[in-house]
């Protein structure tokens, strides 16, 4: 059965520096992965191969998976600095992203990454990505302090939505700047899944999907925590003004038309996600090469106890449909 992963990072070699900008460091090694330099910090959660795109496709191989839709590494997204050097960040990366699939097109599709705010900048430089062969994008949960779903990026998921280009929802990793997280790898363990799950309830409440019923917005890590809070958040709906502000339906149907991906670390779970969100709107993921992905996503979808063609939309259909893969 074909299978898609829509959740690997990756780190084109001719973005390499010396880490001390935003280009990091990218040290090769014969018999070991590529190791990872970034301002002087060696990335010792990326335990796999990060940037030899032809290991990254036969690893995935030899796991079940024969396609991947490959995203940028979340550290490289820009979020400061003026309007001209964020666009000349995701200018020169998304040309790097292209250049490095030549060749690999059967087995490999790539997502742009864009200065998402201010919203004609991110849309130009998505254009110019999308006509380089690239097929969607990958944003961060949050920009600084600013979630998605904030009013100043309207524009640009009013565009994408028009475009029908996937978005790819990915937590900036910063555990939301709360000290709390810092110690013990709670930033990754618990302050990743919040942060994702606080963005997707942004875009529900602030109008943005109900806005833009096109809108494919594919969150990763099984959406973070947003499925131990959906019931809560349409509780909000019924007893408070201020959660139903800006909503004509409730936010439950906007709730419905998000997608998310596999990482969820136990079938219980995910079978749980399956039948929350139906097997339409959930895609195979792995969270390659970091440790916190999964070793055999493709096993751990089929341990849920799902149908045939409830595997085959998640493994491959899916993709397919919302990247326009062959």
């Known amino acids: 059965m074909a299978a898609t992963d829509v ?27 590529t190791e990872v330099v970034l301002h002087g910090r060696r ?9 030899r795109l032809d290991a990254i496709v036969e690893s995935a ?63 130009k430089i998505l254009d110019e990505a999308l006509s380089m062969g690239l097929v969607g994008v990958e944003v961060m949960a949050t920009y600084g302090e600013t979630f998605l779903g904030d009013d ?26 709360l000290s709390v997280f810092a110690d013990r790898y709670m930033w990754n363990s618990v302050g990743n899944p919040v942060e994702t799950a606080t963005a997707a309830t942004n875009l529900v409440l602030s109008g943005t999907l109900e806005r833009n ?11 973070g925590a947003l499925l ?4 809560r958040v349409e509780r909000s709906f019924d007893v408070r003004p201020e959660a139903r502000a800006v909503l004509k339906r409730r936010p439950s149907e906007s709730f419905s038309k998000l997608y998310v991906d596999t990482v969820t670390h136990s079938p219980v779970l ?6 929350r969100f139906s097997a339409s709107n959930v895609l195979l993921g792995s969270d390659w090469p970091f440790d916190m992905g999964l070793d055999d996503p493709v096993t751990m979808l089929l341990n849920t106890g799902i149908s045939a063609a409830e595997a085959e939309a998640i493994l491959s259909g899916n993709a397919k449909r919302l990247w326009g893969l062959r």
């Open 152 to 177: 100043s990026m309207s524009e640009f998921f009013d565009y994408v939505a028009d475009r029908h280009t996937p978005v790819f929802v990915h937590p900036s990793t910063r555990g939301l700047n």
């Open 213 to 223: 019923p096109e809108l494919a917005v594919v969150l990763a890590h099984g959406g």
């Open 61 to 123: 191989k030899a796991r079940g998976i024969d396609r991947l839709v490959v995203s940028p590494w979340v550290s490289l997204i820009p979020s400061k600095g003026s309007p001209a050097d964020l666009e000349q960040v995701c200018r020169i990366h998304n040309e790097a992203m292209a250049s490095a699939i030549v060749g690999f097109e059967d087995s490999v599709s790539a997502m742009a990454m864009v200065p998402v705010t201010p919203g004609a900048s991110a849309i």
């Open 228 to 231: 131990s809070i959906l019931d």
């Open 43 to 51: 990335i010792d959660s990326a335990v796999d191969e990060f940037s």
């Open 7 to 33: 959740h690997v990072h990756f780190i084109p070699p001719s973005l390499a520096g010396n880490g001390s900008d935003w280009r990091p460091e990218l040290v090769v090694h014969e018999h070991a992965v």
């Open 270 to 275: 995910l079978a749980a996600l399956i039948a």
